[in-house]
């Protein structure tokens, strides 16, 4: 016999592998490419960094060159590497946007080709409203991840040192991050509910108005339904503070950068390190502490709307 299936929330959990069920080449062609470009589109932050301390020595290194169209010839090199950057970007941020488009308008036209028209454009209409934040959730959850996995692995390449010493400072900007999702998840939660309560009242009541000639209970469901709006209201006050405190807490962020900054200049004084490599270290660990914050948030969150 097969394994019951789970269940989340007294409803049956769909698998992964549920999801690609139904896929021909084209749909798996179509995410291999915008999976391709969202990691590409993450990657390009700290390749940025990279051509930027290119920049940064140059500039710096300037007067130990044997002359000033030597120094030029150094710093427009460096700067055309931004140019290239730019139409590498250009390239796959366009993939994600249109593997989505095409994706959607092959729906429009499959129900087309089965139902009527006007049934098909009803039918893709909802289906947009439903899906369209998952079209875009993923390629940003994707994007994010890449930039906190490739910030820190960029931030060791530019300076050992420098990323040994930050590493235990990272999770001050990934717990608040962390906790304000599974808050948020669970405020979320309490929400729907509490709508649902309030919908299924509503419900009750119009039956009972279309059944019952005199209907004399109007003031009971009137406050019934305002005491169930009460605590939708006072769920979304919760939900507003700790939005708050999480946005609070990325101040750290500043200080972790006073404390790169200042160690980063002795790294430059004693251990005859780039300047350049230093800022983009710190720049690409701070980045990737930031973005951790919305990478972890629990993936059960895509699943609410």
């Known amino acids: 016999m097969s394994a019951p299936a789970s269940t989340v929330g007294g409803k049956p959990a769909m698998n992964v592998r549920g999801l690609f069920r139904f896929a021909d080449r ?26 930027a301390s290119d920049v940064m020595n140059a500039l710096g290194y ?8 030597q120094f030029m010839h150094e710093v427009e090199k460096s700067c055309m590497n931004f140019v290239y950057l730019a139409f590498a970007v250009l390239a796959v941020a366009s ?18 080709g089965l139902i009527d028209t006007c049934i098909a454009k009803w039918l893709f ?27 820190l692995a960029f931030a060791t390449y530019f300076s050992w040192r420098l990323a040994l010493v930050s590493f235990p400072l990272v999770l001050l900007l990934i717990i608040p991050g962390l906790i304000y999702g599974k808050y948020l ?16 009242l509503v419900e009750q009541a119009l039956g009972s108005i279309k059944t019952i000639y005199s209907f004399t209970a109007e003031k009971r469901i009137i406050q019934r339904y305002t005491a169930i709006l009460d605590k939708t209201i006072k769920l979304g006050i919760k939900q507003g503070i700790a939005k708050g405190l999480a946005v609070g807490f990325t101040g750290l962020s500043f200080a972790i950068w006073a ?9 430059v004084m004693y251990h005859h390190e780039s300047g350049g490599r230093i800022y983009a270290a710190g720049i690409s660990f701070v980045l990737g502490g930031l973005y951790a914050s919305s990478t972890l948030y629990p993936l059960e969150w895509h699943s609410l709307s």
């Not at 209409?125 to 959850?141: A, D, M, S």
């Open 259 to 267: 404390f790169l900054a200042w160690y980063g200049g002795r790294l």
């Open 125 to 151: 209409k909802k289906r947009t409203n439903v899906t369209w934040k998952h079209f875009t959730r993923v390629p940003l959850f994707l994007m994010h991840s890449t930039v906190f996995i490739s910030g």
């Open 185 to 200: 998840l669970y405020l979320s939660r309490q929400s729907r509910h509490e709508y649902g309560k309030a919908n299924s």
């Open 62 to 69: 300037g007067h130990a060159g044997a002359g000033s169209a």
């Open 26 to 51: 084209v749909d798996v062609l179509l995410m291999v490419l915008g999976t391709l470009g969202a990691i590409g589109d993450g990657c390009s932050t700290n390749l940025l960094l990279i051509f």
């Open 95 to 112: 993939m994600v946007g249109f593997n989505q488009q095409l994706k959607a308008a092959s729906v429009c036209v499959y129900c087309t």
